[in-house]
């Protein structure tokens, strides 16, 4: 029986919180926001006062989420106002417009006819263990054109714009990257990606500025021959010079415990935080890109920006919350986050 068409929604008629005036402005483009039902077990156990265990029930939460808006979550709470650029569509988008908008989250939704996608993961025995996902269905031409113009334009006035990507991937088209690159490169405005796949290829080849990509998706993407430093700094490297002249600055490697690479085309820099206690390691580096987006809207080095990046990694995988974290811990966590000079070849003056 056919579904009744929701309601449709435009970039210009959304609620936009009040804008902090001495806020940096972070744009995130959000190909494929999920809802997400999470089943944890009770963290409490009550006791009657005859000493008999009161009857518990499963905590169930709901949110918004997915790569982007686990992006623009962490942005907001380093003190940028991050504005969300994404497809909601079908009852999932219904809840999931209204949950981020419940959080103060910007939005600039695109009308979506097949739906956002949804999951349903159970933790009580401590893993997730996935009961029901419904994916996310392909963006036609329309959506496409919408998605990219308001992306387009709210680039615009953002001190750094931030491109997630799409899961899953085929929901998004990686020319529709290249083409986005290439405009905003024109306008001179500052890129951050967290992608992998044929997208993190055509973001680097238009040109774009930092990449930010897992060892794993290095090498699950071709881009390097093994995980080890050498052969990522040769991979990272090779991205660099795959990119259009005067492009993309650094290909930013994270290595999960092990440290995050930055690779630029003179320097390699490797920075670590603190091993902390993993409650959930999803959404650690889409920290991670937050933190690197907001540092260097605040006019931060690269390197440094990735320090702030990796705080908000290393303390998000303390918590549950996906893309969640307090400013004042991450930015007194930096401190403890080591920066080696790693020379041009990747190996330090004491690996000599």
Not at 150 to 159: G, M
């Amino acid at each position: 029986m056919p579904q009744p068409d929701a309601t449709p929604t435009h970039p210009t008629d959304e609620h936009t919180p009040a804008r902090r005036a001495d806020a940096p402005r972070i744009c995130v483009m959000a190909t494929t926001p999920w809802l997400t039902v999470t089943v944890e077990a009770p963290t409490t156990q009550p006791v009657r006062d005859d000493g008999s265990v009161v009857e518990q029930h499963p905590e169930v939460h709901v949110h918004p989420g997915g790569q982007g808006l686990w992006v623009a979550r962490m942005a907001e709470s380093l003190g940028a106002d991050a504005v969300v650029c994404g497809p909601f569509g079908g009852e999932a988008g219904i809840a999931l417009r209204a949950l981020a908008e419940a959080e103060g989250m910007e939005l600039r939704a695109v009308e979506y006819t097949g739906g956002n996608g949804v999951y349903v993961h159970d933790r009580r025995e401590g893993e997730r263990e996935a009961v029901a996902e419904r994916p996310a269905a392909p963006l036609d031409r329309h959506e496409l054109d919408d998605l990219y113009g308001t992306v387009l334009v709210e680039a615009l006035e953002a001190e750094v714009t931030v491109l997630t990507g799409a899961d899953p991937a085929h929901v998004l088209p990686p020319e529709v990257l290249t083409r986005l690159v290439g405009d905003l490169r024109a306008a001179d405005r500052t890129l951050v990606a967290d992608l992998s796949g044929d997208a993190a290829r055509a973001y680097v080849e238009a040109g774009g500025g930092v990449l930010k990509i897992s060892h794993e998706e290095m090498a699950d993407g071709g881009f390097a021959d093994g995980d080890d430093v050498p052969a990522l700094v040769t991979g990272a490297r090779a991205l660099l010079d795959a990119g259009a002249e005067g492009g993309t600055r650094a290909v930013v490697v994270s290595r999960a415990g092990d440290g995050v690479l930055v690779v630029t085309r003179d320097r390699v820099h490797d920075v670590l935080a603190p091993e902390t206690t993993v409650a959930d390691h999803r959404g650690a580096g889409d920290s991670m890109t937050a933190g690197i987006a907001v540092g260097l809207a605040r006019g931060l080095d690269l390197v440094e920006a990735v320090r702030l990046g990796a705080a908000a990694g290393a303390l998000n995988v303390t918590r549950h919350g996906l893309g969640t974290g307090h400013r004042d811990h991450i930015e007194r966590f930096v401190a403890r986050v080591e920066v080696r000079d790693l020379g041009q070849d990747g190996r330090s003056s004491d690996d000599a």
